[in-house]
């Protein structure tokens, strides 16, 4: 064999945004794979072989200009069919391309079926119906021309009215100001209300109650484009009615969809880390822990970064400053060991300009807004995604 493929599913690459590309003959699968196409919203091109500039259209396009020119080079997706593999095995190599065939009445693991794979320069064999779910979510993907996924981060209170979500909307507006596409989530039910703080409660748009039965994919833009739109940002919140309960499906899916997006998500959690809490910790790249300079505290942020051991990816401290503290930042860190991520100041007249609807952050010239600047220059900027 000419190489060697891994039969575990990989890792899928960023596509960019474009019609997928199909190739085959077999009127079965050309059938399985279009139906893929309509649930994920794509429009794909179909030939029979390799795109040359006097092959067919197919469905939905011109071929390309000569042998493994555009109409090969191209489509960020390649899905060939099984009956396909001899007519591309001459064809340019390429990222992207999957050999697809029907599962029924068949050795799946056919070495023959493997070495058609690698000469044709598949990543993997897709064998339906069982992959069909994989294979939408990829597909979906290109549709809507995916993104690097979104720097997430959350931001927990160590301990009751440590101000983590004055620090989560003030992150999500200075992200926004700077350029950045930005989600803001509120995934505190027991909270009062990210939009409060953002002065949106009555902003069109959708809340956590409209996604509480989102079990499977939810689209990117689709999210986005339905939630409010508050001083650069969006905004997934709560509403004033009863309270519903969102189960953690929910989370996991509104949350991955934030992330393809791209930009920046960030997210106010709650201090009790249940099953939904643990969905959103499981796609953060950083969590920022906010204590106030207190002993009492102290004593119970500990106990919140118990729960966080072994869920957040990357646990880091944010001492909230007190005009006149007990403790300082290092001492703090040292007794959480806890790593810290700096020290957030002071800023006086909050109250009042949350009382005009401006939100935590909202005065560049503040010293909230440059210490969140800075916290987004060092974790946008410097290569290694969260600032060190």
């Known amino acids: 064999m000419a190489g060697t493929m891994s039969r575990e599913l990989p890792e899928p690459p960023l596509p960019a945004a474009g019609k997928p590309l199909i190739i085959t003959e077999d009127p079965v699968l050309l059938d399985d794979l279009l139906r893929l196409c309509a649930a994920a919203g794509a429009d794909p091109r ?36 099984e009956d396909a593999a001899a007519r591309v095995a001459g064809a340019p190599r390429r990222g992207g391309v999957f050999l697809v065939g029907r599962s029924e009445g068949r050795d799946t693991d056919d070495p023959d079926v493997w070495r058609r794979a690698v000469e044709i320069g598949a990543e993997q064999v897709l064998w339906l119906p069982e992959w069909e779910s994989w294979l939408v979510d990829r597909i979906a993907d290109v549709a809507e ?20 979500s004055t620090l989560a909307c003030a992150l999500a507006v ?7 596409r930005t989600m803001l989530i509120d995934g505190d039910p027991f909270g009062g209300g990210l939009d409060v703080l953002l002065g949106g409660e009555g902003a069109e748009g959708l809340r956590w ?23 650069a940002l969006r905004l997934l919140s709560w509403d004033r009615g009863k309270r519903v309960v969102v189960p953690p499906a929910a989370m996991r899916s509104v949350m991955a969809a934030a992330r393809r997006r791209g930009g920046v998500v960030v997210v106010d959690l709650p201090r ?117």
Do not use: K, N, Y
């Open 272 to 388: 009790r880390v249940d099953e939904v809490a643990v969905e959103a910790l499981a796609q953060l790249d950083l969590v920022l822990m906010v204590v106030p300079v207190e002993l009492r505290a102290v004593a119970a942020a500990s106990r919140v970064a118990d729960a966080l051991e072994g869920v957040a990816r990357d646990l880091r401290l944010v001492v909230r400053a007190r005009l006149a503290g007990e403790l300082d930042a290092d001492e703090v860190a040292g007794l959480l060991r806890v790593p810290l991520a700096g020290e957030m100041p002071v800023e006086l007249g909050v109250s009042e300009w949350l009382a005009r609807g401006e939100p935590p952050g909202t005065f560049a010239w503040g010293p909230l807004a440059r210490f969140c600047d800075v916290f987004w220059r060092r974790a946008l900027g410097g290569g290694q995604g969260v600032p060190s």
């Open 145 to 164: 021309g995916a993104a690097r996924p979104a720097l997430s981060v959350g931001v927990i209170g160590g301990s009751g009215g440590a101000g983590a």
């Open 46 to 81: 179909v030939h029979h072989a390799v795109p040359e500039q006097t092959a067919a259209a197919g469905t939905g396009g011109a071929g390309g200009a000569g042998p493994g020119g555009p109409g090969w080079r191209e489509p960020p997706l390649v899905l060939v069919g």
């Open 209 to 231: 109650p409209d996604f509480a039965a989102s079990r499977g994919r939810v689209g990117a833009g689709a999210l986005e484009e339905s939630l409010p739109e508050l001083h």
């Open 174 to 180: 200075s992200a926004a100001r700077s350029g950045e």
